[in-house]
Nanobody, 121 residues
Framework: QVQLVESGGGLVQAGGSLRPSCAAS????????MGWFRQAPGKEREFVAS????????SYADSVKGRFTISRDNAKNTVNLQMSSLKPEDTAVYYC??????????????WGQGTQVTVSS
């Protein structure tokens, strides 16, 4: 089963940029749909972005569309989230997610430990 480790979070001023990264190990990386989720204090975890196994298809939450870009490197087993024009409401713990199709309509989710992103106004 794949293991995920995030890095690259931090503190940034509104309007700035950050590029969290997620490194995967222990699995066949290109068999996983990869994604980023986030959870702000007192709120539920929410979808941010996802990328298909080949990297050819991406999807974004409306709140980040046009500001965030997800990418993956299947040779390096990494997935990145380029975040630009950051807003205070983007402050959250960002989690990397790996989703593997098991067949029969079932999926298996694996999560990283999260990386804190804080945007000051």
């Amino acid at each position: 089963q794949v293991q995920l480790v995030e890095s690259g979070g931090g503190l940034v001023q509104a309007g700035g940029s950050l590029r969290p990264s997620c490194a995967a190990s222990g699995g066949t990386f290109d068999r996983y749909v990869m994604g980023w989720f986030r959870q702000a204090p007192g709120k539920e975890r929410e979808f941010v972005a996802s990328i298909s196994r080949s990297g050819g298809k991406t999807s974004y939450a409306d709140s980040v569309k046009g500001r965030f870009t997800i990418s993956r490197d299947n040779a390096k087993n990494t997935v990145n989230l380029q975040m630009s024009s950051l807003k205070p409401e983007d402050t959250a713990v960002y989690y990397c997610n790996a989703k593997k199709f098991l067949g029969g309509g079932k999926w298996m989710d694996t999560w990283g430990q999260g990386t804190q992103v804080t945007v000051s106004s």
